[in-house]
């Protein structure tokens, strides 16, 4: 008998991305993460299990969610404003609070699918792929975290002739997945702080496991095929030591691309709706001329750039 | 259709190449909108003393004497003349059409009821007509255009005059005492089942053969005309006719003659006066085009656009048109400007300077129909420019001139014409990237087409050979193919509210709203009998609809009947018979429209749902809930909400569109236009979806009384396409759109999703690839800011609207406000 196809929880799919690699790609955001970045724009991607979120404006406070909670995981805190205890919520499989809601206030981050689940909702767009030289991007989260998932389904992909990126953390145990890793067309390899203290406070690990896997990375595969993304966040990534940090970084491993990912606070609002607190300073911005000056320097050095954003 | 009332521009800002530009542009902006009486005084004065004469000649007649005495106005900065009115925004009250809602106006009355459920915009010019008409001159008519005192009095003369005589009370007399459903027909507008009578503008969507009338010149035309009368002898009716056509057509072609040569003369007038050598110059040059076109074929591209634009403006004139287009203008225009660039008399700049101008020129034309129409077409005059496509062998056609027409629209904003681009895989890259360049300056087009389809459509509709349809086909209004030079105006009898149809069907044919019963059916008491219900009312309702315009276009032939732009549509000259006597080549294009149509499906995907799969409830527990618009039934609402939705690529409710979908366009072709041939369904929906949803009670979608119904025709309801648009555009492409003539799909992105040239080709791949799965039309919103900042003012119209940035996503109207706020800041910077 077949072995049953690997599941695992994905947060969301999004097609048409137009960021996330070349040509049109359909992304697919895996569960968990070992990191814990401040400035993480989809922190509902953090934790390995489905989450509930819950958003203040659409919510009517109504109290219906409390009516069906079997756990009382729900209740009225002083302010009367709904408050989830999410030790209590176990995440029930019929989502009585989700669907008794009239409003849409709760939803819940994490859908468990299995591999041809997932390969059939992402197969409906082939003829954009390859029209446009596009693919399947693996986001999250982080799709290494999953090696038997992303093993089995990057085979699958490849037997249709699907391309398929990765964009990783590089926080990934790399016995897991040297066997298939070099199947991935391009591969997104963040890099944050390359000082190992800062890496700590702001990411909440050590670099070294990231570095290391870059290392390992670079002398498995074609170095062209990895392009190295880089959050600016003024003041943490987007300083000089760190960027001079990187160039250093990108000529030791012979990598030539860079992408830059200006800081933004599209995700901010989501820390609230998993009642969490957001840590980054409030003001801290980016501007154009600065993501510029970055990428000039970066250029003078060699290093092609793409810059994604807004 | 694109409104561009934002001039904000995104990754792509151009500016008018030239001073001239700059002039005429700025001139336009700041000016009101007005009425001009003037051509309506001469045509009425001309149909006083015209009693006796054939009704062919009587028409011609009275259009040829007013053109010939118009004045002739030339404007500062203008390098080729011809203006509809004397004023730079004017409009001509077309009594002859329709005289009532005139009438009404001016005596302060009550609109047609359906005024109550329309809505006009307020700002740019509508704004500055009021502010003006506050100044003591002029007076306001109706919502937007002012009008002075002295005018007034003329205006109301005409107007009485009219009354009786104009094409809607011929019609009115003739149908609502013969046809055996006027009384239906008058309900349907009361419960706003169809749009208002729409007499005041009732033609338009077509397009002139320009290709002959420039090669030819019209002295030409005359001599084969005269030729035709000689060699017929008057031995039957239809012979007499024809020579009576004949006539009447050398009227209006000599009359278009002697209105060139006064702006010929006005043009030296003015020159003789004129300071500055430059102006003088150009002044000349004018007086020395409009004295030798369009009488004889230009001579070079300059003269080409002078007689392309008196050509073009006579029958603008002759007609109240909505959706009179310039066709495949890049085609017919090529050999004038390739000529003069291969022997170095002009240069692209030269061209592109002509070019900025005619979209200054198109745009000033205005129109005023009553006031709803002028709602529900938002003003706009749908004059369609198509470009790329094929030639006659199959090749692909863009060239040159179709990438100045491109930049010029980039560079001169202006709202029309409006452009779209027979799409076929064959055309040049360059052209596509060019094309894709104009969509991000935020104007909304060009449109994309896929001429595949049309193809197919025209093949088994027409059967015209295949190389004939490749080369002639075109755009006649805001989506509507037709076939350039020699078609039939698509008159339009409106539009058909799918949703009032639903309410019908739901309620035996009673409409809840306003209580009046249409044909009487079972109350459906399941889903079958529903779907059942609502086929008989659509049925009905377009078989009325058909009929009873019909007896408009009998009138309109008596009364309106379009001699001038007959001469110029094949093969109504060598026929000698009008283009309302079927002298056109293809006389099967009116088009029944509709709009409404999603929340039917999604209805009826509720209903399948709750009703029959889950039995959650019965068909009267149903219609007491929307009887009572949803109040207390949050729990059903919900779950009506919930249940499948259009737009999602799940067959659950794709399957009830595609059945509805040849249930329509089955009913549409039953029936047959005024000239016998079956008619042509299409599907659009302007401004209609607002209107029509005001007059319809809840739905079984979901939606609450007298919200907005879905706009266009395959886009989803507002928030109910949860997978993405790649997912809308699968549930799109399984209608077969080879049905109909005429369909729409809006997009909207920001401009980030499209960034630089990967971007654009990331979007030309979408086009190809909805285009390979036979969707059959496409357009684009690129946001920019001032659009962003209505979306935090009307969430609801931009439900649809995705942020994305690499590796987040979510709708724009569910972030916060202060995040929304980084969007726009970061919209407006545009890394």
Redesign the interface.
């Given at each position: 008998m077949q072995d049953k196809a690997p599941s695992t929880f994905i947060f969301d799919i999004e097609d048409f991305a137009t960021q996330d690699g070349p040509g049109i790609r359909t992304v697919i955001f895996f569960k968990g993460c070992s990191l814990r970045c401040r400035w993480c724009s989809n922190p509902e991607s953090q934790k390995n299990f489905p989450e509930i979120l819950h958003s203040e404006s659409l919510c009517k406070k109504c109290g219906t969610c409390i009516e069906v909670c079997p756990y009382e995981a729900v209740t009225f805190n002083e302010n009367k404003a709904l408050s989830f205890n999410r030790d209590f919520c176990l995440i029930c499989k019929d989502k009585p609070c989700v669907t008794a809601c009239n409003n849409d206030a709760i939803r819940i981050a994490g859908k468990k699918l299995d591999v041809d689940e997932l390969f059939d909702k992402v197969n409906v767009n082939s003829q954009y792929f390859s029209n446009s030289g596009g693919g399947i991007t693996l986001s999250g989260g982080e799709p290494l975290l999953h090696p038997d998932f992303v093993r089995a389904f990057i085979n699958k992909c490849t037997q249709f002739g699907l391309s398929v990126g990765l964009e990783t953390c590089g926080y990934f145990k790399w016995d897991q997945v040297k066997d298939f890793i070099e199947n991935f067309d391009f591969i997104f390899f963040d890099i944050k702080c390359l000082d190992e203290k800062l890496s700590k406070k702001y990411t909440g690990q050590s670099n070294r496991i990231i570095l290391q896997n870059l290392e390992k990375l670079a002398t498995a595969v074609d170095t062209s095929k990895i392009i190295i993304s880089v959050a600016l966040i003024p003041g943490i990534t987007a300083t000089e030591k760190n960027l001079s940090s990187l160039i250093l970084l990108c000529k030791e491993m012979n990598i030539s691309s860079v992408r830059l990912l200006p800081y933004h606070t599209l995700g901010k609002g989501k820390y609230a709706e998993l009642g969490r607190e957001y840590l980054m300073d409030d003001g801290v911005k980016i501007t154009d001329g600065e993501v510029r000056e970055i990428q000039k320097c970066l250029e003078s050095n060699s290093i092609t750039c793409i810059i994604e954003g807004l | 259709m694109s409104s561009c009332s934002h001039y904000d521009t995104r990754e792509t800002k151009g500016a008018p190449s030239t001073e001239n530009v700059k002039i005429m542009r700025n001139r336009y902006l700041s000016e009101p909108m007005k009425v001009d009486v003037e051509y309506m005084q001469l045509y009425t004065k001309a149909h006083k003393t015209s009693d006796g004469l054939n009704s062919f000649e009587r028409r011609a007649h009275c259009h040829a004497y007013a053109l010939e005495n118009l004045t002739p106005v030339i404007r500062e900065g203008e390098l080729f003349s011809g203006n509809k009115t004397r004023f730079v925004r004017g409009a001509i009250p077309y009594a002859n059409y329709a005289t009532n809602y005139i009438l009404r106006t001016l005596n302060k009355e009550e609109q047609e009821t359906q005024a109550k459920f329309t809505e006009i915009g307020t700002g740019g010019g509508i704004e500055k007509s009021q502010k003006i008409a506050s100044e003591g001159k002029h007076e306001v008519f109706g919502k937007k255009f002012l009008v002075s005192h002295e005018e007034k009095v003329i205006l109301k003369e005409i107007a009485e005059y009219w009354s009786g005589k104009c094409m809607q009370d011929v019609a009115d007399r003739f149908w609502k005492n013969t046809f055996d459903k006027a009384e239906y027909i008058e309900k349907g507008w009361k419960a706003g089942l169809y749009t208002a009578p729409h007499d005041p503008a009732p033609e338009g969507r077509y397009v002139l053969d320009f290709e002959t009338a420039l090669a030819e010149g019209f002295d030409n035309i005359i001599k084969k005309t005269k030729r035709l009368i000689k060699q017929t002898e008057v031995t039957d009716y239809e012979s007499a006719e024809k020579v009576y056509f004949w006539k009447a057509g050398h009227r209006t072609l000599e009359a278009t003659i002697k209105w060139a040569h006064n702006y010929s003369e006005e043009a030296l007038r003015l020159a003789k006066t004129e300071k500055n050598d430059k102006r003088k110059n150009e002044l000349l040059k004018i007086a020395e085009m409009c004295k030798y076109v369009p009488a004889k074929s230009p001579r070079n591209f300059h003269e080409a656009m002078q007689a392309f634009w008196l050509i073009y403006l006579a029958g603008h004139i002759e007609g109240a048109h909505l959706g009179y287009s310039p066709g495949r203008f890049d085609r017919y225009m090529y050999p004038f400007y390739i000529r003069d660039i291969e022997n170095g008399t002009t240069t692209n700049a030269k061209v592109l300077e002509l070019l900025e101008a005619l979209r200054v020129k198109m745009t000033e034309i205005e129109y005023m129909a009553s006031f709803s129409w002028e709602g529900l077409g938002s003003g706009n005059l749908y004059q369609n420019m198509i470009l790329g496509g094929l030639d006659e062998n199959g090749h692909r056609a863009d060239n040159e001139l179709s990438q100045l027409v491109l930049q010029s629209a980039i560079n001169c904003q202006t709202t029309q014409p409006t452009l779209s681009i027979w799409y076929d895989d064959s055309l040049s890259n360059k052209f596509l990237l060019k094309a894709i360049e104009c969509v991000k300056t935020g104007v909304g087009f060009p449109a994309f087409f896929n001429l595949k389809i049309y193809i197919q459509h025209e093949l088994q509709k027409s059967k015209l050979p295949l190389s004939l349809i490749r080369k002639y086909a075109a755009m006649g209004g805001c989506t509507e193919p037709t076939m350039e030079g020699m078609s039939y105006g698509v008159v339009q009898a409106g539009f058909i509210n799918h949703a009032k149809v639903l309410e019908l069907a739901l309620n035996g044919g009673l409409d809840p709203q306003t209580e009046l019963t249409f044909e009487k059916s079972e109350i459906p008491q399941n889903y079958d009998e529903l779907v059942k219900s609502y086929k008989f009312h659509l049925r009905n309702s377009i078989k009325n609809w058909q009929r009873y315009w019909n007896y408009v276009m009998a009138a309109h032939r008596d009364t309106c009947n379009l001699i001038y732009s007959s001469m110029l549509v094949r093969d109504c000259l060598d026929r000698g018979k009008s283009l309302d006597d079927k002298g056109a080549v293809v006389n099967g294009s009116p088009t029944t429209l509709s709009s409404g149509m999603v929340n039917v499906v999604n209805s009826l995907a509720s209903v399948k749902k709750l009703v029959r799969d889950d039995k959650k409830l019965s068909m009267d527990e149903l219609r007491k809930a929307l009887a009572e618009n949803w109040e207390r039934k949050?729990?059903l609402?919900?779950e009506a909400m919930d249940a499948p939705k259009w737009g999602n690529?799940d067959d659950y409710a794709d399957a009830i569109y595609e059945e509805l979908f040849d249930s329509y366009c089955g009913y549409v072709s039953e029936q047959l236009n005024y000239l016998g041939e079956p008619y042509d369904p299409s599907m659009l929906a302007i401004s209609t979806h607002a209107p029509f949803g005001k007059v319809c009670g809840a739905t079984p979608d979901g939606r609450y009384a007298g919200e907005t119904l879905a706009d266009g025709v395959t886009s989803p309801f507002y928030g109910t396409d949860k997978?993405?648009?790649?997912?809308v555009l699968?549930s799109a492409g399984k209608i077969d759109h080879t049905k109909i003539r005429g369909g729409l799909h809006n997009m909207k992105f920001?401009p980030?999703?499209?960034?630089g040239i990967?971007?654009s080709?990331?979007l030309i791949?979408?086009i190809?690839?909805y285009f390979?799965?036979l969707g059959f039309q496409l357009q684009f919103n690129v946001v920019d800011s001032a659009m962003l900042k209505d979306a935090q003012e009307n969430p609801d119209q931009y439900r649809d609207l995705i942020?994305?940035?690499?590796?987040?996503?979510?709708f724009f109207v569910e972030?916060?406000k202060s995040?929304q706020n980084?969007?726009i800041n970061?919209?407006e910077?545009n890394?």
């Amino acid at each position: 008998m077949q072995d049953k196809a690997p599941s695992t929880f994905i947060f969301d799919i999004e097609d048409f991305a137009t960021q996330d690699g070349p040509g049109i790609r359909t992304v697919i955001f895996f569960k968990g993460c070992s990191l814990r970045c401040r400035w993480c724009s989809n922190p509902e991607s953090q934790k390995n299990f489905p989450e509930i979120l819950h958003s203040e404006s659409l919510c009517k406070k109504c109290g219906t969610c409390i009516e069906v909670c079997p756990y009382e995981a729900v209740t009225f805190n002083e302010n009367k404003a709904l408050s989830f205890n999410r030790d209590f919520c176990l995440i029930c499989k019929d989502k009585p609070c989700v669907t008794a809601c009239n409003n849409d206030a709760i939803r819940i981050a994490g859908k468990k699918l299995d591999v041809d689940e997932l390969f059939d909702k992402v197969n409906v767009n082939s003829q954009y792929f390859s029209n446009s030289g596009g693919g399947i991007t693996l986001s999250g989260g982080e799709p290494l975290l999953h090696p038997d998932f992303v093993r089995a389904f990057i085979n699958k992909c490849t037997q249709f002739g699907l391309s398929v990126g990765l964009e990783t953390c590089g926080y990934f145990k790399w016995d897991q997945v040297k066997d298939f890793i070099e199947n991935f067309d391009f591969i997104f390899f963040d890099i944050k702080c390359l000082d190992e203290k800062l890496s700590k406070k702001y990411t909440g690990q050590s670099n070294r496991i990231i570095l290391q896997n870059l290392e390992k990375l670079a002398t498995a595969v074609d170095t062209s095929k990895i392009i190295i993304s880089v959050a600016l966040i003024p003041g943490i990534t987007a300083t000089e030591k760190n960027l001079s940090s990187l160039i250093l970084l990108c000529k030791e491993m012979n990598i030539s691309s860079v992408r830059l990912l200006p800081y933004h606070t599209l995700g901010k609002g989501k820390y609230a709706e998993l009642g969490r607190e957001y840590l980054m300073d409030d003001g801290v911005k980016i501007t154009d001329g600065e993501v510029r000056e970055i990428q000039k320097c970066l250029e003078s050095n060699s290093i092609t750039c793409i810059i994604e954003g807004l | 259709m694109s409104s561009c009332s934002h001039y904000d521009t995104r990754e792509t800002k151009g500016a008018p190449s030239t001073e001239n530009v700059k002039i005429m542009r700025n001139r336009y902006l700041s000016e009101p909108m007005k009425v001009d009486v003037e051509y309506m005084q001469l045509y009425t004065k001309a149909h006083k003393t015209s009693d006796g004469l054939n009704s062919f000649e009587r028409r011609a007649h009275c259009h040829a004497y007013a053109l010939e005495n118009l004045t002739p106005v030339i404007r500062e900065g203008e390098l080729f003349s011809g203006n509809k009115t004397r004023f730079v925004r004017g409009a001509i009250p077309y009594a002859n059409y329709a005289t009532n809602y005139i009438l009404r106006t001016l005596n302060k009355e009550e609109q047609e009821t359906q005024a109550k459920f329309t809505e006009i915009g307020t700002g740019g010019g509508i704004e500055k007509s009021q502010k003006i008409a506050s100044e003591g001159k002029h007076e306001v008519f109706g919502k937007k255009f002012l009008v002075s005192h002295e005018e007034k009095v003329i205006l109301k003369e005409i107007a009485e005059y009219w009354s009786g005589k104009c094409m809607q009370d011929v019609a009115d007399r003739f149908w609502k005492n013969t046809f055996d459903k006027a009384e239906y027909i008058e309900k349907g507008w009361k419960a706003g089942l169809y749009t208002a009578p729409h007499d005041p503008a009732p033609e338009g969507r077509y397009v002139l053969d320009f290709e002959t009338a420039l090669a030819e010149g019209f002295d030409n035309i005359i001599k084969k005309t005269k030729r035709l009368i000689k060699q017929t002898e008057v031995t039957d009716y239809e012979s007499a006719e024809k020579v009576y056509f004949w006539k009447a057509g050398h009227r209006t072609l000599e009359a278009t003659i002697k209105w060139a040569h006064n702006y010929s003369e006005e043009a030296l007038r003015l020159a003789k006066t004129e300071k500055n050598d430059k102006r003088k110059n150009e002044l000349l040059k004018i007086a020395e085009m409009c004295k030798y076109v369009p009488a004889k074929s230009p001579r070079n591209f300059h003269e080409a656009m002078q007689a392309f634009w008196l050509i073009y403006l006579a029958g603008h004139i002759e007609g109240a048109h909505l959706g009179y287009s310039p066709g495949r203008f890049d085609r017919y225009m090529y050999p004038f400007y390739i000529r003069d660039i291969e022997n170095g008399t002009t240069t692209n700049a030269k061209v592109l300077e002509l070019l900025e101008a005619l979209r200054v020129k198109m745009t000033e034309i205005e129109y005023m129909a009553s006031f709803s129409w002028e709602g529900l077409g938002s003003g706009n005059l749908y004059q369609n420019m198509i470009l790329g496509g094929l030639d006659e062998n199959g090749h692909r056609a863009d060239n040159e001139l179709s990438q100045l027409v491109l930049q010029s629209a980039i560079n001169c904003q202006t709202t029309q014409p409006t452009l779209s681009i027979w799409y076929d895989d064959s055309l040049s890259n360059k052209f596509l990237l060019k094309a894709i360049e104009c969509v991000k300056t935020g104007v909304g087009f060009p449109a994309f087409f896929n001429l595949k389809i049309y193809i197919q459509h025209e093949l088994q509709k027409s059967k015209l050979p295949l190389s004939l349809i490749r080369k002639y086909a075109a755009m006649g209004g805001c989506t509507e193919p037709t076939m350039e030079g020699m078609s039939y105006g698509v008159v339009q009898a409106g539009f058909i509210n799918h949703a009032k149809v639903l309410e019908l069907a739901l309620n035996g044919g009673l409409d809840p709203q306003t209580e009046l019963t249409f044909e009487k059916s079972e109350i459906p008491q399941n889903y079958d009998e529903l779907v059942k219900s609502y086929k008989f009312h659509l049925r009905n309702s377009i078989k009325n609809w058909q009929r009873y315009w019909n007896y408009v276009m009998a009138a309109h032939r008596d009364t309106c009947n379009l001699i001038y732009s007959s001469m110029l549509v094949r093969d109504c000259l060598d026929r000698g018979k009008s283009l309302d006597d079927k002298g056109a080549v293809v006389n099967g294009s009116p088009t029944t429209l509709s709009s409404g149509m999603v929340n039917v499906v999604n209805s009826l995907a509720s209903v399948k749902k709750l009703v029959r799969d889950d039995k959650k409830l019965s068909m009267d527990e149903l219609r007491k809930a929307l009887a009572e618009n949803w109040e207390r039934k949050e729990d059903l609402h919900k779950e009506a909400m919930d249940a499948p939705k259009w737009g999602n690529n799940d067959d659950y409710a794709d399957a009830i569109y595609e059945e509805l979908f040849d249930s329509y366009c089955g009913y549409v072709s039953e029936q047959l236009n005024y000239l016998g041939e079956p008619y042509d369904p299409s599907m659009l929906a302007i401004s209609t979806h607002a209107p029509f949803g005001k007059v319809c009670g809840a739905t079984p979608d979901g939606r609450y009384a007298g919200e907005t119904l879905a706009d266009g025709v395959t886009s989803p309801f507002y928030g109910t396409d949860k997978n993405g648009p790649l997912a809308v555009l699968h549930s799109a492409g399984k209608i077969d759109h080879t049905k109909i003539r005429g369909g729409l799909h809006n997009m909207k992105f920001l401009p980030s999703t499209l960034k630089g040239i990967q971007g654009s080709k990331k979007l030309i791949s979408l086009i190809k690839t909805y285009f390979d799965t036979l969707g059959f039309q496409l357009q684009f919103n690129v946001v920019d800011s001032a659009m962003l900042k209505d979306a935090q003012e009307n969430p609801d119209q931009y439900r649809d609207l995705i942020v994305r940035v690499a590796g987040f996503s979510a709708f724009f109207v569910e972030l916060g406000k202060s995040i929304q706020n980084e969007i726009i800041n970061r919209t407006e910077q545009n890394l």
